[in-house]
C-alpha cells in the first residue's frame, strides 16, 4: 500500500510540473510609450477600430489591434525611424500616415492629414465662392 501511495503521489508531481509550463505570468514596466490620439473632425474618437503599425519599408506589421474608448494608440517602438500607423475603419473612413521617432520613442517628426494641412485654405475659398455666388445672385436679382 505504502508503495502505491508512493507512486501516485510521484506521477502526481510529475504533473503538477508539466501543468506549471502553461502557467501565464505577466511583468509590468514603465517604458516611454508613442500614443496616437485618432478623432473625427467633431472630436468623437475613433473607438475601436482596427489599426496596424509598420516599421519602415517593412511588409509585415509591427504591431496590430484596436483603438481603446478614447481612440488611442499605444506603442514601444524598438529602434529609431518611420512608422507608418494605418487605422481604418469598417465603414471606410481612416487614415495612413508616418511618424519619426528617436532612439528614446519621442516621436521627432508626423506627417499631417491632408484635411489638417490644407483644411482652413480649403474652407476659406469655399467662403469666399459662396459669398461671391450670393452677391452675383442678389445683383441679378435687383437688375430683374
Known sequence: MGRRFAIA??????LAQSAAGHDLQYSVSGAQAVVVKLFYVDNKPFTFEGYEIYRAGEKLPYQVGRTDS???IAFL????????IKAISEDGHGLDFTLRTDAAARVEASDKPAFERYGRIVVG?????????FLSLYVRKKKA
Open 9 to 14: 503521489i510521484a506521477a502526481l508531481l510529475g
Open 70 to 72: 478614447q481612440g488611442r
Open 77 to 84: 517602438p524598438d529602434r529609431a525611424g518611420d512608422w507608418r
Open 125 to 133: 475659398i469655399a467662403v469666399i465662392l459662396g459669398l461671391f455666388g
